[in-house]
């Protein structure tokens, strides 16, 4: 039976943990490639080209959407961030489950273009606990903070929207809960049309009006 | 997070091994109850009233039927077959999961009745395996298989109504798919509509507004 690949889209607040969670999931199970993002903002320290995200200049990205080569894109704070096509569907072709961490209006976006997909959400165990990680990070102000709380009660909004939720707890079971659901995914009848019309067709040719 | 129970239904055509299946993913995993249909045929020798089947007269069938005490039923050869409602509505208001084992046009009704209900398919790898499986159980003569067949050709064309597939390959595997399918469903948004309210109350009531 042949196996389509899946185009799956993780979001999830800041602070849900949800970075982890893909680098483990693409680490533990080898059907999955994660998309990497095309941005306009400059590198930080440690990030790559290529790894962290692909870094343009504003005119290259700007090229990249009038040619359609873009899956979706926003701009935050004065930069472009977007999911580049061409790699998104190479690795689709060749079976691979391919994983977007996106925020939620681009996650909506890739819905709406490819009902297909499959939408997952990020929770933390709880609002308490959000609030925690964000400050037990110890890398950003409170005021900071304060935007990422706000964001979330936004973002919060699309959860019923999304195919999936899973709370981000314990992150060994977490991971197989994310493989859990996209092989399910894989599952359904109009993912599997080849294999049933076979069945089909054999049933039809061989035994259809025995009686 | 509290975890509301599923109603499963499972079918397939006669030779796709699915009350193996249903043995195996009932006394693998603890979260599933096995419900026992209402028929009026006479038990089979081995047969025991309340687990294979409830064995009752056509009299308590017709009363049970009007009384609205069963979720789906179906006449064949002569025979009431049916799903009595209590069992299954008390142990889904424990939180078990509910596993019907029931032909397709019952699966169908119980579907239109229980939209949040699971339908699975379990499908044998080709139609040549289906009916070595028939021919090699020795039990059934020639005629009879003819007519499973012809079932099972009729049967497929209801394959797509269905949520999951499973093909009945090695059962170990198909075991785990099954439970992994029903798992997955447990997170989907409509399913914890507690926890998201909780987690957006908090978000809305701790955070929205700020910035």
New interface residues.
């Given amino acids: 039976?042949e196996r389509k690949g899946l185009l799956i889209v993780v979001s999830g607040f800041a602070g849900s943990g949800k970075g982890t969670l893909m680098k483990r999931l693409t680490g533990d199970y080898d059907n999955y490639s994660l998309s990497v993002s095309m941005t306009t903002r400059k590198p930080r320290p440690g990030e790559v080209d290529g790894r962290e995200y692909f870094f343009v200049t504003k005119e290259e990205f700007e090229r990249k959407i009038e040619d359609g080569g873009l899956i979706e894109y926003a701009a935050y704070v004065e930069n472009y961030y977007g999911t580049p096509r061409e790699y998104v569907e190479e690795q689709i072709a060749e079976g691979k489950d391919v994983v977007l961490e996106i925020e939620t209006q681009g996650a909506l976006k890739v819905k709406e273009r490819f009902p297909d997909s499959i939408l997952i959400?990020v929770?933390?165990p709880?609002?308490?606990e959000l609030y925690k990680r964000l400050k037990n990070r110890g890398t950003e102000t409170e005021d900071v903070i304060?935007?990422r709380?706000?964001r979330?009660?936004?973002e919060?909004?699309t959860?019923?929207?999304?195919?999936?939720?899973?709370?981000n707890d314990k992150v060994d079971e977490c991971v197989k809960?994310l493989h859990?659901?996209i092989?399910?995914?894989h599952?359904?009848?109009?993912r599997?049309e080849e294999?049933?019309r076979?069945?089909?067709d054999?049933?039809?040719q061989?035994?259809?009006?025995?009686?």
Same sequence: chains 1, 2.
């Fill in positions: 039976m959400f929770l933390p709880s609002v308490e304060r935007k709380m706000s979330a009660a936004k919060a909004d959860i019923e929207k999304y195919d999936y939720i899973v709370i809960k859990g659901f092989e399910a995914a599952y359904t009848p109009d599997n294999f049933i076979s069945i089909k054999d049933l039809e061989l035994w259809k009006g025995e009686n």
